[in-house]
């Protein structure tokens, strides 16, 4: 039995749990929160809802979590940080700012305006750390990643304005250049996100995100374990046409650092856009897809006599399907971006398990784009395989997987990507020091070769002239 005082440390932990942290120069933070029922807090208190007197007092509401208006609080499938998101931009149209821009009225801002950061108490609430844990005692990525895009989502709705000026705009992931994992991020340390707008186009803007934690949990000084960046884009919600959003005005030596850097990664994307094309035109000479397909054919032709390291491509696939849900929803009536994310990388992540025969270690997502929006009711069907790996460093071996999203439609008998999502795992030192041998991937037609000559190109490095 738990003792009277076991009881008023545990109420005096309730009641302060989910209080507002000070964000100082940082926007504001929110405390990521375990418990499904409990009330949320952005960068002002708000009074949770008066309880129903004539209800069962006994019965457990389920959708005591509820906000209105429903428009604002789509769903019910939510993570603990995207409740406490949800309810922060819940405020921001209650409450919207008298200096905020009108949606007529375009209005520069400094990437501190926009600045957002999420704390995850990981070292006291065992209930937060429980649903972040994987079976090997850490993170979960796929469940971060997801965290990741919900908090864009919410700082580019600061930066559109938080008031009545975002209502008449739809903001949507449009890609992600890459998710890199710096170090190993432990599911036991308190972490926090921290992002901010970094560049503005005219209807779109990048978002940098960080994962902060400290390599040791004595020690307090902050380290950056994942870096992310996030596109944004603004349409009209009446047209679907791209709208003008608020112009970015750097102001820090270090914000300014970052807005150039984010230039310079838009030139380049055009340029290896131009680079890509050009290189097709050059595959009709069907030399690398001739050296590429030389040893499928004999995976085909002549079996017994293929290489006992190798695979082919086909023969690493594994798919996923579901139905997407309205739990599922964001603000829009789509799908979260952050959500296909998530599914993209689970699959990934147990395609790369079963592949080298340990748990995989992930290194990075590639650049993701947002093709075709996912509704509510889509028959969605995730297929992945491993494209190809990279097996020459013994120490860490690279496994690339391809995650490919179909939106499909049985009545209408069509199947549409959606989006494609590229990641890349190794694995533990200590597996390879066992003997571990990662094979390698071989095509057998024509298209997965080119896949993989486009995965390599895109892959290969290239810099400004």
């Known amino acids: 039995m738990r003792s009277s005082t076991g009881k008023l440390l545990l109420l005096s932990r309730l009641r302060n749990r989910g209080k507002f942290v000070p964000g100082g120069g940082d926007g504001f933070r929110i405390p990521a929160t375990s418990c499904g029922s409990q009330k949320m807090w952005s960068s002002t208190t708000v009074k949770p809802p008066s309880s129903d007197e004539n209800s069962d007092k006994n019965s457990i509401d389920a959708g005591s979590s509820m906000r209105k208006p429903v428009s604002l609080w789509p769903g019910m499938y939510h993570s603990p940080v995207t409740n406490a998101l949800w309810e922060a931009r819940r405020h921001m149209f209650e409450n919207p700012n008298g200096d905020e821009s009108s949606h007529s009225k375009l209005t520069a801002k400094s990437p501190s305006r926009s600045r957002t950061s999420i704390l995850y108490k990981f070292s006291s609430d065992f209930v937060l750390r429980e649903q972040y844990r994987n079976p090997w005692n850490e993170i979960r990525t ?10 864009a989502g919410t700082i580019s709705f ?3 304005g938080g008031d009545s000026s975002a209502r008449s705009m ?5 890609s992600v250049d890459r998710i890199i994992m710096k170090r190993p991020i432990r599911v036991d340390v308190d972490l926090s996100i921290v992002g901010a707008v970094t560049w503005v186009g005219r209807s779109s803007m990048e978002m940098q995100l960080q994962v902060i934690q400290s390599q040791d949990a004595s020690d307090s000084s902050e380290s950056i374990a994942l870096e992310a960046n996030f596109t944004f884009v603004a349409r009209d919600a009446k047209t679907g046409k791209s709208t003008p959003i608020n112009p970015v005005s750097p102001e820090t030596e270090h914000e300014k650092l970052l807005w150039k850097e984010a230039e310079e ?3 380049l994307r055009k340029q290896k856009r131009t680079e890509i094309k050009q290189e097709h035109e050059k595959l009709k000479d069907l030399e690398r897809l001739d ?15 293929a290489d006992r390291n190798s695979i082919l491509i086909k023969d690493t696939s594994h798919e996923y399907s579901l139905i997407c849900q309205p739990q599922q929803r964001n603000i829009h009536g789509r799908i979260f971006g952050g959500f296909l994310m998530r599914k993209a990388f689970e699959l990934a992540f147990s395609n790369a398990y079963t592949f080298a025969g340990v748990s995989p270690r992930f290194l990075e997502v590639d650049r993701v784009d ?7 009711g889509n028959f969605l069907r995730f297929k992945s395989r491993v494209l190809y790996t990279e097996a020459n460093n013994s120490a860490e071996p690279l496994i690339n997987i391809e995650v490919v999203a179909h ?6 008998r069509s199947s549409e990507v959606s989006n494609r999502f590229y990641f890349t795992f ?4 200590e597996a390879m020091k066992d003997g571990l041998r990662i094979r390698n991937v071989v095509p057998a037609t024509e298209e997965e070769a080119r896949r993989v000559i486009e995965r390599m190109d895109a892959e290969r490095p290239i810099s400004l002239p």
């Open 426 to 429: 190794s694995v533990r030192p």
């Open 142 to 151: 796929g469940k971060l990643v997801e965290d990741l895009d919900a908090l």
């Open 291 to 305: 050296e590429l397909l030389a040893e499928g054919r004999v995976f085909l032709d002549m079996p017994a006599l």
């Open 407 to 412: 939106v499909t439609s049985p009545e209408l």
């Open 265 to 267: 990664r838009n030139k």
């Open 170 to 174: 739809i903001l949507v992931t449009a």
């Open 370 to 376: 947002f093709i075709k929006p996912v509704d509510v």
């Open 158 to 160: 600061k930066h559109c």
